[in-house]
């Protein structure tokens, strides 16, 4: 499980980069908006209308990442850590060009000229940078995971170990401190039965 929460973590928010470069990629080079949508629909992104569930099921695995490392730590372990940032950069590109290629060759049954499509290299380009900033948010999400697994108890050995006595028995400790400080200040007054007494 060590191994397998971080790609769960990094996975989405590499196809999530390598998806938003796919996107701008097309506004950019056709803005218009029914020659795009023209171009899309020859080219076989017609699944474009579908984005905002992909992204939904993203974010949801992405919370769910998150919960599964901060189990991990809580458990006082550690997840390996995040796939390095060329991985980042370069898993994405691989993506969206094998997308290109398998889009064209379901809309046509070909794939000549794809590398050639004004599209191809711009989104390619495209997808450095929002490889980088995915590392950087998995990076964060990983803080973040650490930080609630401290907040929730992290490690659950150091309820037992870890905490110093007074914080397992502050209770006792407090009630110990009232007695001697009651039976101090006894000791110092009269004897008892002695109030009101006449003095010899």
Same mark, same amino acid.
Not at 108 to 131: E, H, Y
Not at 138 to 148: D, N, P, Q, Y
Not at 184 to 189: D, K, Q, S, V
């Given at each position: 499980m060590r191994r397998v929460a !971080?790609?769960?973590?990094? *996975?989405? &928010?590499? *196809?999530?980069?390598?998806? =938003?470069?796919?996107?701008? @990629?097309?506004? &950019?080079?056709?803005?218009?908006? =029914?020659?795009? %949508?023209t171009v899309l629909a020859q080219t076989g992104h017609s699944y474009f209308a579908y984005a905002p569930v992909a992204v939904a099921a993203g974010a949801a695995l992405v919370i769910v990442a998150v919960a599964w490392h901060s189990w991990v730590f809580r458990r006082g372990g550690r997840p390996v850590g995040s796939p390095p940032s060329w991985q980042f950069l370069l898993l994405p590109a691989l993506c969206f060009a094998l997308q290109e290629h398998l889009e064209q060759l379901f809309a046509?049954?070909?794939? @000549?000229? *794809?590398?050639? %499509? !004004?599209?191809?290299?711009?989104?390619?380009?495209?997808?450095?940078? =929002?490889?980088f900033i995915a590392f950087l948010v %998995?990076?964060? &999400?990983? /803080? *973040?995971? +650490?930080?609630?697994a401290e907040v929730f108890g992290r490690p659950f050995r150091s309820r037992l170990v870890? +905490? !110093?006595?007074? @914080?397992r028995s502050g209770g006792l400790v407090l009630l110990a401190r009232s007695a001697g400080f009651w039976a101090?200040?006894?000791? /110092?007054?009269p004897p008892f039965g002695s109030f009101g007494a006449a003095p010899a």
């Open positions: !971080p790609w769960v973590l990094s *996975v989405p &928010l590499m *196809v999530g980069g390598a998806e =938003f470069a796919h996107w701008l @990629s097309y506004r &950019l080079v056709y803005p218009n908006a =029914f020659q795009r %949508a046509t049954g070909g794939m @000549s000229g *794809v590398s050639l %499509a !004004p599209t191809f290299m711009l989104g390619i380009l495209l997808t450095l940078p =929002f490889g %998995a990076r964060l &999400l990983v /803080r *973040v995971a +650490e930080r609630l870890g +905490e !110093p006595a007074c @914080s101090c200040c006894l000791g /110092r007054g």
